[in-house]
């Protein structure tokens, strides 16, 4: 186990740059076995749940070679068709993305149930099984926790409305929907980034898929997919994070190699509160003297807030003038971690399942608290970063799932922090 160990008080500046997406790398990594061939990816980000899924990769016979240039080539041709039984998928939520990918190739697959953080409640994969058997496949449980699905007489394109928005059900029925004979047609899908990222890799490797990253993707399966070169988008919840790590703790700090686009909405959040934000057409630089008023806001499926950043703001509104009310409408139970920062002084009062209260104070002050999922983990640093006195965070295998080395990052912006195992 690991521990992070933050004395809050110092401001921030300095410059930071932002890696590939991790949302995005875990289904291409997963969408290179359609290839069957050596692609070379770049910005693979360096996390923990990236590690899991090249393990996963190499479990089903990938050949995997770090390059001199910083890319990775990825040989999916050896893969063959193999169980992957729970202790080797149930340590990520992305291995579900393997499910659509060997449907794709093999027209069969058999995983455990994908893990992933744990919210407080369930996060189903009904809409992907609805997908696939849109397609034609029949999915069965077996006794021992296996997702098992096949489709004997191949998948064939059909038109598939998502009853509600889903970033996992909209890829992974994409992927299936390449080896797919005829069109498919996916209704309300969802619309993030990284939706389009994996189907930008797709097409550059011989697919035909259009629409991605609006409410109606069209996939027109059968063709051979071929082997490509690909660079991963920035990742925009990383980027999101240490913007909002200035902001709380205060200083000058620049996030490089981003598209600001994928940013507006923090960025306007961050503007609501006073806090100065300067963009370019690949960074954005936030200036804060750690003062700053409060404000609402709902995370939504894209465009709107990122649910992967209200953690990360729940713990700069601790510090805000006044009331701020946070209100989640994609995962209603994330609130995990408002326990944490009340450890530290925070004053959060939940009035509904999916909405909290934060009532500002001047200071937080340091204690010993738990990262009880990979952005709480995140919320915590922010909130450790600004408050009073030494914080203690364990649970950093949390964090380690989505952040390159934070720890090294903050401290070249001048944190005190220290990563140390215990």
């Given at each position: 186990?690991?521990?992070?160990?933050?004395?809050?008080?110092?401001?921030?500046?300095?410059?930071?740059?932002?890696?590939?997406?991790?949302?995005?790398?875990?289904?291409?990594?997963?969408?290179?076995?359609?290839?069957?061939?050596?692609?070379?990816?770049?910005?693979?980000?360096?996390?923990?749940?990236?590690?899991?899924?090249?393990?996963?990769?190499?479990?089903?016979?990938?050949?995997?070679?770090?390059?001199?240039?910083?890319?990775?080539?990825?040989?999916?041709?050896?893969?063959?068709?193999?169980?992957?039984?729970?202790?080797?998928?149930?340590?990520?939520?992305?291995?579900?993305?393997?499910?659509?990918?060997?449907?794709?190739?093999?027209?069969?697959?058999?995983?455990?149930?994908?893990?992933?953080?744990?919210?407080?409640?369930?996060?189903?994969?009904?809409?992907?099984?609805?997908?696939?058997?849109?397609?034609?496949?029949?999915?069965?449980?077996?006794?021992?926790?296996?997702?098992?699905?096949?489709?004997?007489?191949?998948?064939?394109?059909?038109?598939?409305?998502?009853?509600?928005?889903?970033?996992?059900?909209?890829?992974?029925?994409?992927?299936?929907?390449?080896?797919?004979?005829?069109?498919?047609?996916?209704?309300?899908?969802?619309?993030?980034?990284?939706?389009?990222?994996?189907?930008?890799?797709?097409?550059?490797?011989?697919?035909?898929?259009?629409g991605a990253g609006t409410t109606t993707v069209k996939i027109r399966?059968?063709?051979?997919?071929?082997?490509?070169?690909?660079?991963?988008?920035?990742?925009?919840?990383?980027?999101?994070?240490?913007?909002?790590?200035?902001?709380?703790?205060?200083?000058?700090?620049?996030?490089?190699?981003?598209?600001?686009?994928?940013?507006?909405?923090?960025?306007?959040?961050?503007?609501?509160?006073?806090?100065?934000?300067?963009?370019?057409?690949?960074?954005?630089?936030?200036?804060?003297?750690?003062?700053?008023?409060?404000?609402?806001?709902?995370?939504?499926?894209?465009?709107?807030?990122?649910?992967?950043?209200?953690?990360?703001?729940?713990?700069?509104?601790?510090?805000?003038?006044?009331?701020?009310?946070?209100?989640?409408?994609?995962?209603?139970?994330?609130?995990?971690?408002?326990?944490?920062?009340?450890?530290?002084?925070?004053?959060?009062?939940?009035?509904?399942?999916?909405?909290?209260?934060?009532?500002?104070?001047?200071?937080?002050?340091?204690?010993?608290?738990?990262?009880?999922?990979?952005?709480?983990?995140?919320?915590?640093?922010?909130?450790?970063?600004?408050?009073?006195?030494?914080?203690?965070?364990?649970?950093?295998?949390?964090?380690?799932?989505?952040?390159?080395?934070?720890?090294?990052?903050?401290?070249?912006?001048?944190?005190?922090?220290?990563?140390?195992?215990?």
């Amino acid at each position: 186990m690991k521990k992070l160990t933050i004395r809050g008080g110092i401001p921030l500046y300095g410059d930071v740059y932002i890696g590939g997406m991790k949302n995005s790398a875990l289904p291409i990594l997963f969408a290179t076995i359609l290839t069957r061939g050596k692609n070379i990816l770049y910005q693979i980000p360096k996390v923990s749940d990236i590690d899991l899924s090249l393990e996963i990769l190499s479990f089903l016979g990938a050949v995997i070679e770090p390059l001199d240039d910083g890319g990775l080539l990825i040989d999916t041709s050896p893969i063959e068709f193999r169980d992957l039984p729970f202790e080797v998928s149930g340590k990520i939520r992305g291995s579900m993305y393997l499910i659509g990918a060997m449907l794709g190739r093999f027209g069969e697959a058999s995983v455990g149930m994908p893990g992933g953080c744990n919210f407080g409640g369930n996060r189903p994969i009904d809409l992907h099984i609805k997908g696939f058997e849109a397609l034609g496949a029949r999915v069965n449980f077996t006794e021992d926790s296996m997702l098992h699905t096949e489709a004997l007489d191949g998948l064939v394109g059909n038109s598939i409305y998502l009853d509600t928005t889903s970033v996992g059900a909209t890829i992974n029925i994409m992927l299936a929907a390449t080896g797919a004979m005829g069109t498919t047609v996916i209704e309300n899908a969802a619309r993030e980034p990284h939706i389009a990222d994996v189907a930008n890799f797709l097409n550059a490797a011989g697919a035909d898929i259009s629409g991605a990253g609006t409410t109606t993707v069209k996939i027109r399966g059968g063709r051979p997919l071929h082997a490509c070169r690909y660079t991963i988008l920035p990742d925009m919840i990383e980027a999101g994070t240490y913007m909002l790590a200035a902001a709380t703790a205060g200083g000058c700090v620049t996030v490089h190699n981003i598209i600001p686009k994928h940013m507006e909405t923090v960025t306007a959040k961050l503007l609501e509160t006073g806090v100065k934000v300067s963009v370019t057409d690949n960074s954005i630089t936030v200036e804060s003297d750690g003062r700053y008023r409060g404000t609402n806001f709902k995370a939504l499926p894209y465009p709107g807030f990122p649910t992967d950043m209200h953690p990360q703001f729940g713990a700069m509104m601790c510090y805000a003038e006044g009331i701020s009310t946070l209100v989640e409408g994609v995962f209603p139970k994330r609130f995990r971690y408002t326990d944490e920062l009340t450890k530290m002084g925070a004053d959060i009062h939940r009035t509904e399942e999916n909405t909290a209260l934060i009532y500002g104070t001047p200071r937080l002050r340091g204690a010993s608290v738990h990262a009880t999922d990979l952005r709480a983990g995140a919320a915590l640093v922010i909130a450790a970063l600004a408050a009073d006195g030494v914080t203690e965070i364990t649970g950093v295998e949390y964090i380690e799932r989505g952040y390159t080395d934070i720890a090294r990052h903050l401290r070249e912006l001048g944190a005190a922090i220290e990563l140390t195992e215990t």
